[in-house]
């Protein structure tokens, strides 16, 4: 059975903050973590591959409020590996934050059931599940140092560790062995979201949980950032779930990444999978820069395609433009005017205006000498694609707001 930190550790801890809900899931996951049958207690120094395989099964959160109740997660089954990073990725409001804190134990599922193992976790308290969490406010305690911070956990657990070296390797691994000392305050965005992730890992969780880690940072450090911390996350080993909707981090971090949209999970795939084989309209528009036409646009007609759907779309790289005027003997060219060109370095975008006002983005990628061909602003060309590029959608298909 679990010790659970005395209250009034708690209280103290969590006072006098901003996020005290962040604050407050952090301290109790923390003053949990480790608790549990299979508590690495006794384990020092950190230990790679402490990682627990995640299913998710058939699970439903349905959320009550004044105006009636709301399906937020709907019939979700999933599997997640150990010791891998598996993200939670979809737009705002799709469900994410919710299926994490169901795992996180932080909310009661209404249907379902979620096992970490072969052990049923459906009912176990959060503060027994092992977890560690990093959230977008970083949730550290700011009458805390840093070093304090980290050993928050270990401490009120009273883990039988040697608590001031696990803060030092730890401070070692995140790369500030220096900031033990310093408040919270005294820290970048970047430093603070490692030490959060620090103070995440020191009870070894088997789960670590990140909810948009990355969504305080400048977004010219974002990528140096989340580099960091993946390195880090591997060196551990441990099991991660990262919730974004920022496809590009999804993509870049993890191993798995599961799409949703509306409650529900819409794909599940590597990101090569993902990238390569799209399986719904709503995923290929939401993770690419699509053009979108009307079906019967003058470009679909003369690639000779049809459907009973009022709209297509296609991703930027699937044109041959030529600005040769095509002979009989060639496939289907559409004639088309360039309307603007942007130069962005290891690509070129085009902007092509066909005769009836249809514009479409075209992408060339490549260093230039690499690149097959270039056009001037309001020079005549002539546009085909293989008509198993475009992709015919209702409007609702690619809709995220709820139902
Ligand atoms: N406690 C709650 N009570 C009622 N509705 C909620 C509650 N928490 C979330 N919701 C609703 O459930 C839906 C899913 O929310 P959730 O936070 O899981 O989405 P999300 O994909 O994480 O979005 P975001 O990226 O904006 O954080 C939203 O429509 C949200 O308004």
Redesign the pocket.
């Known amino acids: 059975m679990a010790r659970r930190a005395p209250k009034s550790i708690l209280t103290s801890a969590i006072s006098s903050t901003v996020h005290v809900d962040e604050q407050a899931a952090a301290a109790s996951l923390e003053a949990g973590t480790a608790s549990g049958v299979n508590s690495p207690a006794h384990a020092t120094p950190l230990q790679a591959g402490n990682g627990v395989r995640v299913r998710v099964q058939d699970m439903s959160?349905v959320?009550?409020?004044r105006k009636g109740s709301?399906l937020?997660?709907d019939d979700i089954s999933l599997d997640i590996p150990a010791g891998k990073m598996t993200a939670?990725l979809?737009?705002?409001?799709?469900?994410?934050?919710?299926?994490?804190?169901l795992i996180a134990g932080l909310?009661e599922p209404s249907a379902g059931s979620i096992f970490f193992d072969d052990e049923d976790a459906t009912w176990v308290p959060t503060q027994e599940r092992e977890i560690g969490f990093v959230f977008q406010s970083y949730a550290l305690f700011k009458h805390m140092t840093c070093a304090q911070n980290i050993a928050f956990g270990p401490s009120i657990r009273k883990m039988k560790i040697d608590i001031k070296s696990r803060v030092r390797e730890l401070l070692e691994l995140i790369e500030l062995p220096h900031v033990g000392s310093r408040r919270p305050a005294q820290l970048s965005g970047g430093q603070r979201q490692r030490v959060a992730l620090a103070r995440a890992l020191a009870s070894q969780p088997r789960l670590l949980l990140l909810?948009?880690p990355f969504g305080a940072l400048d977004p010219t450090i974002r990528t140096s950032v989340r580099q960091g911390l993946k390195s880090i996350i591997d060196k551990v080993g441990v099991t991660s779930i990262l919730?974004t909707?920022d496809q590009e981090e999804a993509f870049e971090l993890a191993d798995q990444v599961v799409i949703?949209n509306r409650?529900k999970v819409v794909q599940i795939g590597t990101p090569e999978e993902l990238q390569s084989a799209p399986a719904t309209p709503f995923v290929l528009h939401f993770i690419d820069d699509v053009n979108q036409m009307p079906a019967n646009c003058q470009f679909v007609k003369r690639m000779g395609y049809k459907t009973e759907k009022p709209y297509v779309m296609c991703r930027p790289t699937v044109f041959d433009v030529s600005k040769e005027v095509p002979q009989p003997d060639m496939p289907k060219f559409a004639p088309a005017t360039v309307s603007d060109r942007i130069d962005i370095g290891f690509s070129i975008k085009y902007m092509l205006k066909f005769d009836d006002g249809v514009v479409i983005e075209m992408h060339l990628q490549g260093e230039e000498h690499e690149r097959p061909v270039a056009f001037d602003l309001q020079q005549r060309v002539y546009v085909h694609t293989d008509p198993s590029n475009l992709v015919p959608y209702y409007p609702d298909e690619i809709a995220s707001t709820?139902t």
Do not use: M, N, Q, W
């Not at 979809?90 to 804190?101: F, N, V, W």
């Open positions: 959160k959320y009550t409020t709301f937020a997660a939670l979809g737009p705002s409001g799709s469900g994410k934050t919710t299926l994490l804190r909310e909810d948009e919730v909707h949703f409650g709820p």
